[in-house]
């Protein structure tokens, strides 16, 4: 029956909507196939991450092929809920392209930018269900290659450049990874993931195990844009159309956390990489650098789209500094943030989406009275700003509270205050924005009132309703989190 | 109707009531009319709990669970009772009093105002009869951010510096303080229910870890204006005067000190509090506040900010008066929440009639206003007498109270700070008194008359409201003998 292929057909349906797309040619016809193909991959998620919840793991071996030796695309806890955030906000993203990429691409080349999305969407959907290491390896290039070009798109010239440097520095996480890869193999002989999970403790501490482990960390945090490695990411997001850099920040840095999770808790095992390895300690203190300088940096960015592009890199830090606890309640905040920084910041992107298509470009100088001017954009963004801050009643206060719950466990009151210390640089970079939209008298860049086009704003305002909404019902977002938390603890993939 | 729905009214009328107000917008009259039905209906629900509360019932409202064991609940309580009855009671009243306000003023954005404050009270509601921490502390966000706007209601350069501190010092010691002893407190004592002698005893905290996370708690609720986070009092009188009236004279300041008791009272435990010592630093700072703020509001000429430090200081006193820690001073702490409520709405109500129809913002203006605002006036006086705690008046009762209760535990540099900042009060209010009606009229003041009757019965009723306190003080007083233990 079809849902025995769904875990197939999760990625199939997208990356075949790619050349679809590229066969239609004409715009909105590509656009129905991509909204099409993310809203069934969107659906097959949700069917599948209930199956998990009510079931378990679920197994498919491609082709047949059983495994290790075919490839097996594997759906559990973990998995199933970034699948579920992938697809969701890949759907979001593409109803809100039909006006966005329209006004910001050339005509001819419309249908080339669906085919590049659907490619994207289906190269991070395959890199998280897949059970396979060089699998995983195949998907990244995907995402990675289709994400080169997405960004490339941007109308700004310097959108090749940031492009060019994203090419340069993920081929090199990518190569990372895929050498890591390697020696793994070399060493237990087998790619599968679960089957290196079990192989590995034999081996675990010769030296190209843990070269291996070194190469793939370097190699994923160049991907996720851990602090030091994350020079790609502000312009990347800066220069990028709207929609890509809504999609792009909502997933593609969140699918890399996912991998590294998946090799430090499935594939080396808690005990090597937490007990033996400093691996947490370096990881702490990379945060906490990340968080604080990032935090900082953004505060002094004239361009709202910088601003919370170096915002993005702080609220990694703190995902990975949830990872770096090692804990139930750490590791929860992880995952819970990893969902609920996806949507809030793809929420903020989508309305600054809607902003660029007013006044250009959104440069503090272009927001000077914009509460007047666009007000429901800018509640939008002041919302989705508390969020970002960790208000209680919105979804960011979800992991903010595990993570400092996880500090507070772990006896590191320092930490718990560094935490809150930090959100209150949050507070001052959204702070800026209130400013100006609220405060400041209408500029010369300050456009007519009037909002962004009516699709652009309801979906926009839809993920500005899920950070509410999330804030409250958190059965999927924090139990789904716990559950993916316990798995990667419990040691069962 | 039982409690559960009676308290989801009493939550949701004020919200519904701005989505009313909101679509009457264009019909000021009709806009009107919402404003002041919502005020009476929801004064009639929060009415309908109280022979419940009174019965030792406690009506309650599970509504969302966020995280296991975490969730969003309403539950009444005798001091959330008495809050929800004085802060509903007087929106009633401000709310005639603002509608000669904003139209004798002719102030814009007159639909924005009426439904922020509608918001503000729903809010209010939600802090009065929140069941744990984390509702109440969800509620108490909620009502800064819906008070901003009325807060930068103008919207020129003052009332945006003004919003500004407003936000930054009520957000700020919000997120860096409250936030964490909220999650301190879960990570101690593994819940966040308020209930009767507290939450902390069995988690062990150290006398010192005690005492930081009260300290946490102390200055992180901003709202209660502790110096030294009270800066954004004094910064919020931009706004219009009903403003300052019911928010910042009742609803707003008072949400700050009733989480100040309810935390010492349901989540600390009085008794625990009191074995461990871990408060004995509290009078200190709070008996700092009273004085130092009364000698600011005696060198102040602008009569509102004169009454924005007043307030400083007599939210301190409630502060004081549950640091403490007897029986005698927590009811006498709840009891000056209502009293003090009474007698300063007044007095912002007569500074708002002065400004409308004299145009007069300082102190030094105020020579021989008597005459023509006799009834202005008088109603002032009222208030400050109350203020001053002098018999029959309102004040009078909550602050023989206090002095009672220190006296019981021994407190005897407090009753020195009591009777010192009585003192320190008649000296900033009387003058004001005597001014107005024995000191001549200046030349040159153009003449006028009293300002707009809504506004002149809002602040007689409140005046009068002051002096018949004490002899219908029985339902206030059973409230708060039941917060403190007392048999009523």
Same mark, same amino acid.
């Given at each position: 029956m079809i849902f025995e292929h769904l875990p197939a057909l999760e990625v199939a349906v997208p990356l075949v909507a790619a050349p679809v797309t590229l066969l239609l040619r004409r #715009? #909105?016809?590509?656009?129905? @196939?991509?909204?099409?193909? +993310?809203?069934?991959?969107? @659906?097959?998620?949700? &069917?599948?991450? !209930? #199956? %998990?919840?009510a079931q378990g793991p679920i197994s498919y071996a491609l082709g047949s092929w059983p495994p290790p030796w075919g490839i097996e695309y594997r759906v559990d806890a973990l998995s199933a809920f970034v699948l579920v955030l992938v697809s969701g906000m890949a759907t979001a993203v593409a109803l809100f392209a039909w006006r966005s990429?329209?006004?910001?691409?050339? =005509?001819?080349?419309?249908?080339?930018?669906?085919?590049?999305? +659907?490619? +994207?969407?289906?190269?991070?959907?395959?890199?998280t269900i897949t059970g396979d290491a060089f699998n995983l390896f195949v998907f990244m290039e995907i995402a990675s290659l289709s994400s080169y070009v997405l960004i490339a798109l941007g109308r700004d010239r310097r959108a090749l450049l940031a492009s060019y440097q994203y090419l340069i520095l993920g081929t090199?996480?990518?190569?990372?990874?895929?050498?890591? %890869?390697?020696?793994?193999?070399? #060493?237990?002989?087998?790619?599968?993931?679960?089957? &290196? !999970?079990?192989?590995?403790?034999?081996?675990?501490?010769? =030296?190209? %195990?843990?070269?291996?482990? !070194?190469?793939v960390t370097v190699g994923v945090s160049l991907k996720l844009a851990l602090f030091p490695l994350h020079l790609w990411l502000p312009n990347a997001y800066a220069y990028a159309p709207s929609a890509v850099t809504a999609f792009l920040a909502a997933t593609a840095t969140k699918v890399s956390v996912y991998v590294l999770l998946r090799f430090y808790f499935t594939v080396f095992g808690a005990r090597l990489v937490v007990e033996e390895l400093p691996v947490e300690e370096v990881l702490l203190v990379l945060s906490l650098v990340a968080i604080a300088t990032a935090s900082l940096v953004a505060l002094w960015q004239a361009d709202l789209k910088r601003l919370f592009a170096y915002s993005s890199v702080a609220q990694i830090g703190y995902i990975t500094l949830g990872i770096s606890m090692a804990s139930h309640a750490g590791l929860t905040a992880a995952v819970a943030h990893l969902f609920n920084h996806g949507i809030t910041k793809g929420a903020i992107f989508l309305l600054l989406g809607g902003v660029a298509l007013r006044t250009g470009r959104v440069g503090f100088d272009r927001v000077r009275g914009l509460g007047q001017a666009m007000p429901l954009t800018s509640l939008g963004i002041v919302i989705a700003g508390l969020s970002l801050i960790g208000i209680p009643g919105t979804a960011g206060f979800i992991s903010k509270w595990y993570l400092v719950l996880g500090a507070i466990e772990a006896g590191r009151w320092w930490l718990a205050a560094f935490i809150v210390a930090t959100s209150l640089i949050a507070v001052a970079y959204v702070w800026r924005f209130v400013e100006a939209a609220y405060l400041a008298p209408a500029g010369a860049g300050t456009p007519e009132r009037g909002e962004a086009p009516r699709p652009m704003l309801v979906t926009a305002w839809i993920l500005v309703g899920a950070c509410i909404w999330f804030g409250f019902d958190t059965s999927f977002s924090a139990e789904g989190a716990r559950r993916a938390a316990t798995l990667m603890l419990g040691g069962a993939p | 109707m039982s409690g559960g729905p009676l308290i989801a009214a009493a939550l949701l009328v004020p919200a519904v009531g701005a989505a009313l107000i909101a679509a009457a917008g264009r019909w000021p009259n009709l806009r009107e009319a919402a404003t002041l039905g919502t005020a009476a209906l929801l004064f009639a629900v929060v009415l309908a709990l109280l022979p419940r509360v009174l019965a030792g019932e406690?009506? $309650?409202?599970?509504?969302?669970?966020?995280?296991?064991?975490?969730?969003?609940? *309403?539950?009444?309580?005798?001091?959330?009772?008495?809050f929800a009855l004085v802060a509903s009671g007087l929106w009633i009243v401000n709310s005639v009093y603002s509608i000669g306000y904003m139209r004798g003023?002719?102030?814009?954005?007159?639909?924005?105002?009426?439904?922020?404050?509608?918001?503000?009270?729903?809010?209010?509601?939600?802090? $009065?009869?929140?069941?744990?921490?984390?509702?109440?502390?969800?509620?108490?966000?909620?009502?800064?951010?819906?008070?901003?706007?009325? /807060?930068?209601?103008?919207?020129?350069?003052?009332?945006k510096s003004g919003g500004r501190v407003y936000l930054g010092v009520l957000l700020g010691s919000s997120i860096a303080f409250l936030l964490p002893a909220m999650i301190a407190t879960w990570a101690a004592a593994g819940t966040l229910e308020f209930s009767p002698g507290g939450i902390l005893g069995g988690a062990g905290l150290s006398p010192a870890a005690t005492a930081g996370l009260l300290a946490l708690y102390m200055f992180g609720i901003g709202k209660a204006a502790l110096m030294p986070v009270h800066r954004w009092l004094p910064a919020a009188m931009v706004a219009p005067t009903p403003v300052s009236a019911l928010l910042h004279?009742? $609803?707003?300041?008072?949400?700050?000190? *009733?989480? /100040? /008791?309810?935390?010492?009272?349901?989540?600390?435990? /009085?008794?625990?509090?009191? $074995?461990?010592?871990?408060?004995?630093?509290l009078p200190v700072v709070a008996g700092f506040t009273i004085l130092a703020a009364s000698i600011v509001a005696l060198r102040s000429d602008n009569l509102k900010r004169r009454l924005a430090y007043s307030t400083v200081s007599q939210l301190s006193y409630v502060v004081l008066a549950a640091a403490l820690l007897v029986p005698l001073s927590i009811a006498a702490a709840a009891l000056h929440i209502a009293a003090h409520a009474v007698a300063k709405i007044t007095l912002f109500f007569a500074a708002?009639?002065?400004?409308?129809?004299?145009?007069?913002?300082?102190?030094?203006?105020?020579?021989?206003?008597?005459?023509?605002?006799?009834?202005?006036?008088?109603?002032?006086?009222?208030?400050?007498?109350?203020?001053?705690?002098?018999p029959p008046a309102a004040g009078f009762l909550s602050k023989w109270m206090m002095f009672q209760g220190a006296a019981s535990a021994g407190h005897w540099p407090v009753l020195a700070v009591l009777s010192l900042s009585t003192l320190l009060n008649a000296a900033y209010f009387l003058p004001i008194v005597h001014a107005a009606f024995l000191r001549p009229p200046r030349e040159g003041d153009a003449p006028h008359g009293e300002a707009p009757l809504p506004m002149v019965a809002a602040l007689t009723f409140t005046a009068a409201a002051t002096l018949v306190f004490p002899f219908f003080a029985g339902i206030p007083l059973a409230l708060a003998g039941a917060l403190g233990g007392l048999a009523p």
């Open positions: #715009a #909105a016809a590509a656009w129905a @196939v991509t909204v099409a193909a +993310c809203v069934f991959s969107f @659906v097959a998620a949700l &069917l599948l991450a !209930a #199956a %998990v919840a990429a329209a006004a910001e691409l050339p =005509r001819e080349q419309l249908y080339l930018f669906y085919t590049m999305y +659907c490619l +994207c969407v289906a190269g991070l959907l395959g890199m090199i996480g990518a190569t990372f990874y895929v050498i890591g %890869v390697g020696m793994l193999y070399l #060493a237990t002989g087998t790619l599968n993931i679960a089957d &290196l !999970a079990a192989r590995l403790p034999q081996v675990a501490d010769t =030296r190209p %195990v843990l070269a291996a482990l !070194a190469f | 406690a009506p $309650a409202l599970e509504a969302i669970e966020m995280l296991p064991g975490l969730s969003i609940g *309403f539950r009444l309580e005798p001091l959330g009772m008495l003023n002719d102030e814009p954005h007159q639909t924005r105002f009426y439904v922020c404050f509608a918001l503000a009270l729903a809010a209010t509601m939600g802090v $009065a009869m929140a069941a744990n921490v984390l509702t109440l502390f969800l509620c108490y966000e909620l009502l800064t951010l819906v008070t901003w706007p009325l /807060v930068t209601h103008h919207g020129d350069d003052a009332a004279a009742v $609803a707003v300041v008072k949400a700050g000190v *009733f989480t /100040v /008791v309810k935390v010492i009272v349901y989540v600390f435990g /009085v008794d625990e509090l009191a $074995a461990l010592g871990s408060a004995d630093w708002g009639a002065i400004y409308t129809a004299a145009g007069k913002t300082e102190v030094s203006q105020l020579d021989g206003i008597g005459r023509r605002m006799p009834w202005t006036m008088a109603a002032f006086a009222l208030g400050a007498l109350s203020l001053i705690g002098i």
